[in-house]
Antibody, heavy 124, light 107 residues
């Protein structure tokens, strides 16, 4: 049974970097065929896919155009963990952030396991 | 990006009613559509994938249909636990866009 446990600060100042971590159990961050994503949800933007990483002999990364210049998703195989960094945040980045599994990285796919969500507010 | 439009935005129905939610894509997405249920304060939960495949453990009263650009989620007999907001999501293109949601209330 896959479980995703998220952690990270709930308040970030404008222009700073948002950093979140997702501990994965019941699967491997470098597992065959799965991909690991971050999705956020806000009243103004709804549910929004941010990016993903997956391992197929090497690491691959896909990022949403809207955040491509500011986002970094990092897998940590030693801790079986996924992290998200979003730089130069503004109040528009205020949202609930989710760590999410995609069951088949061979193609773009749906999301079958979700973390509990982390509420992040961007405010001074 | 492919735009996903759900209707209605809100619906109120009684226990036992048959409920249908529609999701329209701005272009054909073949069958690459999923449906999720979200309860307040919780993460979305996968119900249906590939337009009509029921996720393991999801009650059989939930079903999905459609192809091309128009899809429906049907709850054959609404139960008290089915309240929440339902979202469709396309995964035909890399942006994986979601609908704006349909809030289901129990009368």
């Amino acid at each position: 049974h896959v479980q995703l446990q998220q952690s990270g600060p709930g308040l970030v100042k404008p222009s700073q970097t948002l950093s979140l971590t997702c501990d994965i159990s019941g699967d491997s961050v470098s597992g065959d065929f799965v991909a690991w994503n971050w999705v956020r949800q806000s009243p103004s933007r709804g549910l929004e896919w941010l990016g993903r990483t997956y391992y197929r002999s090497r690491w691959f990364y896909d990022y949403a155009v809207s955040v491509k210049s500011r986002i970094r998703i990092n897998p940590d195989t030693s801790k079986n963990q996924l992290s998200l960094q979003l730089t130069s945040v503004t109040p528009e980045d205020t949202a609930v952030y989710y760590c999410v599994r995609e069951p088949d990285s061979n193609r773009i796919n749906y999301f079958d396991y979700w973390g509990q969500g982390t509420v992040v507010s961007v405010s001074s | 990006d492919i735009q996903m439009t759900q209707s209605p935005s809100t619906l109120s129905a009684s226990v036992g009613d048959r409920v249908t939610i529609t999701c329209r894509a701005s272009q054909s997405i073949s069958k690459w559509l999923a449906w999720y249920q979200q309860k307040p304060g919780k993460a979305p939960k996968l119900l249906i994938f590939d337009a009509s495949s029921l996720e393991s453990g999801v009650p059989s009263r939930f079903s999905g249909s459609g192809y091309g650009a128009e899809y429906t989620l049907t709850i054959s007999s609404l139960q008290p636990d089915d309240f929440g907001t339902y979202y469709c999501q396309q995964y035909f293109s890399g942006s994986r866009t979601f609908g704006q949601g349909t809030k289901v209330e129990i009368k």
